[in-house]
């Protein structure tokens, strides 16, 4: 449990990394009431420093017992990572709040998004799980909907960018996208394929009946934090020659009516969600109009003809921000504040 201070001792496990550098970011632009702030890396990241508020700090690397005075420690450097480190950081009397899926399906381990399901944060153990990023912007939009008329079944399939994937796979972008505009031979790295100009229906492994990781995480992730097993959620997730934010078709399913209107307003009024719809003015919401934002964008809101109860949504949020530090960091914010 967190203990009130004025300001608190910070670990960001996964400094150097994609969203570890994003974390630093929201820390500082957010105020988070930080004391001494600790970036931790792996031994390739030693004699590296990071910025963070007018300073150079060095990073440290990783080890068992690197959370001595440690009271908030935000993991993203991978599930392996945070499964053996993170019980360690809470020994050590911290609170982990991990971006990793090594804890999120844990029955005891509250998987929130702070304005879909704080209560979830009550009497937790030490371990905090942040959703992923694809599903936390659909859940959030989602929310409000599913209150009012209660979700029977979703149809997701996702446009995810490059940087879901981590820092090397945003190199590759850019590296293959030079590559094939100057007609040189693309070779792979990150992706089992060329990902420039290319679609690849593939993110996270496959398992056994065909599906990703990723998919499933869609369909439980969103049981969880809407406290509703009986919703019936399909995925397909796309990875996307995009270098910011994840983009969602969403096919909503209602038990009961919900028109259009009523959708938006509820979408409006929800914490964190902006409506952008007005394809009349070609207005709806883009990846590159979100990238370094917070919110998520929701457009493109119509009626599925083809069912008694059914939407269309267009869902876009930045995965480094809202699908990722960003969450983290306002669940940090909750538990300061419930602490103090
Ligand atoms: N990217 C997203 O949109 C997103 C969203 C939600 C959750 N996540 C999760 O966040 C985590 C990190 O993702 P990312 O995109 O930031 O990846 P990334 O850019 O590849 O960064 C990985 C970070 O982990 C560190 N790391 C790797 N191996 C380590 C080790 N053995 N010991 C200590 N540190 C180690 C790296 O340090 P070095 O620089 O020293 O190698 C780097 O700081 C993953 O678990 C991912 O699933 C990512």
Redesign the pocket.
Same mark, same amino acid.
Request: one cysteine or more; charged letters at 20%.
């Given at each position: 449990m967190l203990k009130p201070k004025a300001r608190y001792n910070v670990a960001v496990? &996964? =400094?150097?990394? =994609?969203?570890?550098?994003?974390m630093r970011e929201v820390l500082e632009e957010r105020d988070f009431p930080v004391d001494r702030f600790l970036p @931790?890396?792996?031994?390739?990241?030693?004699g590296?420093t990071v910025p963070f508020r007018d300073r150079e700090v060095p990073?440290e690397? @990783?080890t068992e017992d690197a959370f001595t005075g440690i009271d908030i420690a935000l993991?993203? =450097? &991978?599930?392996?990572?945070?499964r053996h480190?993170a019980p360690h950081a809470v020994v050590a009397g911290a609170v982990v709040i991990?971006?990793?899926? +090594?804890f999120r399906m844990e029955p005891k381990v509250p998987l929130v998004v702070p304005e879909v399901n704080p209560h979830a944060l009550d009497g937790h153990k030490g371990i905090i799980a942040?959703?992923?990023?694809s599903t936390?912007q659909m859940v959030l939009a989602l929310k409000p909907l599913h209150d009012a008329a209660r979700i029977r079944r979703l149809v997701v399939s996702t446009y995810q960018?490059v940087?879901?994937? &981590?820092?090397? +796979?945003?190199e590759e972008l850019f590296e293959q996208s030079g590559e094939v505009l100057n007609l040189r031979q693309v070779k792979p790295r990150v992706y089992p394929h060329q990902i420039a100009f290319n679609c690849l229906p593939h993110i996270d492994d496959f398992d056994e009946d065909a599906y990703t990781k990723e998919e499933w995480k869609l369909v439980r992730e969103t049981q969880k934090i809407l406290e509703d097993p009986g919703i019936r959620v399909t995925a397909t997730t796309v990875r996307v020659p995009v270098f910011r934010c994840?983009s969602e078709s969403v096919n909503v399913e209602f038990e009961r009516a919900m028109e259009p209107n009523e959708a938006r307003a509820l979408m409006s009024a929800m914490p964190g969600v902006v409506v952008l719809d007005d394809p009349g003015r070609n207005l709806y919401p883009l990846a590159i109009d979100a990238a370094g934002t917070d919110a998520v964008y929701v457009g493109r809101v119509r009626a599925d003809h083809t069912v008694e109860h059914g939407l269309n949504l267009w869902i876009v949020s930045d995965? @480094?921000r809202k &699908? +990722?530090a960003l969450n983290t960091v306002q669940i940090a914010e909750r538990l300061i504040a419930e602490a103090g």
């Open positions: 496990v &996964g =400094a150097t990394g =994609a969203v570890g550098q994003e @931790l890396a792996s031994e390739r990241s030693e590296k990073v690397r @990783l993991f993203s =450097a &991978g599930a392996e990572r945070s480190f991990d971006n990793s899926s +090594a942040n959703p992923n990023c936390i960018s940087s879901g994937t &981590g820092q090397e +796979a945003i994840h995965n @480094l &699908g +990722a």
